[in-house]
């Protein structure tokens, strides 16, 4: 047997208790929260009505947001209201676009028929057939549209504007430059490559900047993990090479699930002690070392797979750095691309964390047994 069965039983009882704590706390604080970096895709009506936390992806025929949305929306569909506020950028692609909330980012929309009616506190990029702005525009707003109609307060930079028809209303305050180019009848618009080339420059410096908030996100999780094995060597290496073993690999992957399925037991002692108050020492403590060991956990398995991955070459790496390197980069890469992460990262991601949980507590049952050996010996 792998467990001897009073090991075992100790074992599942400490370890289950505290990550119950740590996974049914947020219940109480957060039960209004739809999960962060939603995605919903191929759906035909979607409609948000609680806070959304983080990012949101959504394409369906028929979209309407509710509630607020913490991080970036992207939404692609047929019709799409949004009701609420968005703190984040917002990219809107769609036939008829109706926008009533504030948009506290940047907000691209490409479309057919587009209604802005909220503010938006940074840039306004709308490539549509028709287009109504009615709310205020804090930086600038680039324009093309067949048909267009500005009726904001105050915009605060440059505007503009290109197509075959566009009216401005005289109470509109320009903060910056005004630049119109409309057709004439009987001839096709020059557009100034200057003003070209800036849209273009502009509309894509959100990317950017996801681009590099996300790299110094690895770069983040790269330095942690240079921290932990740096800071915890042996252990490290320890747990590294029992997730790179076949035999302890399995072992390790066995002990997160048995550790996830052994959850169920302890979800009604965990109740009561959270509703008589004799728990919440407990979920302090828990909280803080379960969140560092989910944490570590998809840092320790993906510098094995990485490890393993490395040495094909019959090289194998000197030291775990180089792997671990590798493995995170990997690993925050399932997160990075949109498509891989509504499917296959979320579950990639998932098992991964097990996996390199069960490898730590594996390693720590082992450390209890061979003291026990060494005490009875």
Same mark, same amino acid.
């Given at each position: 047997m792998l467990y001897t069965k009073s090991n075992l039983k100790k074992f599942l009882i400490g370890t289950s208790l505290g990550f119950t704590i740590f996974i049914i706390s947020p219940i109480f604080l957060i039960n209004t929260r739809i999960k962060a970096s939603e995605i919903k895709l191929d759906e035909k009506d979607v409609v948000i009505e609680e806070l959304?936390?983080?990012?949101?992806?959504?394409?369906?025929?028929?979209?309407?947001?509710?509630?607020?949305?913490?991080?970036?929306?992207?939404?692609?569909?047929?019709?799409?209201t949004i009701n609420d506020d968005i703190y984040g950028d917002a990219i809107i692609v769609g036939g008829i676009i109706k926008i009533k909330g504030d948009i506290r980012g940047n907000l691209t929309c490409l479309g057919g028929d587009v209604v802005i009616d909220g503010d938006i506190e940074k840039d306004l990029n709308v490539f549509?057939?028709?287009?109504?702005?009615?709310?205020? @525009?804090? $930086?600038?707003?680039? *324009?093309?549209? #067949?048909? &267009? %109609? !500005?009726?904001?307060?105050? @915009?605060? $930079?440059?505007?503009? *504007?290109?197509? #075959?028809? &566009? %009216? !401005?209303?005289?109470?509109?305050?320009?903060?910056?430059d005004k630049n119109i180019y409309i057709q004439e009848k009987s001839k096709i618009p020059t557009l100034d490559i200057n003003y070209l080339l800036q849209f273009t420059k502009q509309s894509f410096t959100s990317i950017i900047i996801s681009i590099l908030?996300?790299?110094?996100?690895?770069?983040?999780?790269?330095?942690?993990?240079?921290?932990?094995?740096?800071?915890?060597?042996?252990?490290?290496t320890n747990i590294v090479d029992i997730?790179?073993?076949?035999?302890?690999?399995?072992?390790?992957?066995?002990?997160?699930?048995?550790?996830?399925?052994?959850l169920i037991i302890i979800f009604p002692i965990l109740i009561l002690l959270s509703i008589i108050g004799i728990g919440q020492p407990m979920t302090q403590l828990f909280t803080i070392i379960l969140a560092f060991l989910l944490s570590i956990g998809g840092i320790y398995s993906s510098t094995a797979i990485a490890k393993l991955i490395l040495s094909r070459n019959k090289k194998r790496p000197k030291s775990n750095m180089l792997s671990m390197i590798v493995g995170i980069t990997l690993y925050q890469l399932t997160g990075f691309i949109p498509l891989i992460a509504c499917c296959l990262g979320t579950i990639v991601r998932s098992l991964l964390t097990i996996w390199g949980l069960g490898g730590i507590l594996y390693m720590k049952w082992k450390m209890i047994k061979d003291s026990n050996k060494g005490v009875h010996s």
């Open positions: 959304v936390e983080d990012d949101l992806i959504i394409k369906a025929e028929n979209i309407e947001i509710n509630d607020d949305i913490k991080g970036d929306l992207i939404a692609v569909g047929g019709k799409i549509t057939s028709i287009v109504n702005i009615n709310g205020n @525009i804090s $930086d600038d707003i680039r *324009v093309l549209s #067949a048909i &267009s %109609k !500005i009726n904001s307060t105050k @915009i605060g $930079d440059n505007l503009f *504007v290109a197509g #075959a028809s &566009s %009216k !401005i209303s005289e109470n509109t305050e320009i903060g910056g908030r996300k790299i110094a996100i690895l770069a983040g999780w790269i330095l942690v993990g240079w921290i932990l094995f740096k800071a915890a060597p042996v252990k490290s997730l790179s073993k076949k035999d302890t690999s399995i072992k390790s992957l066995l002990t997160g699930i048995i550790f996830i399925l052994s």
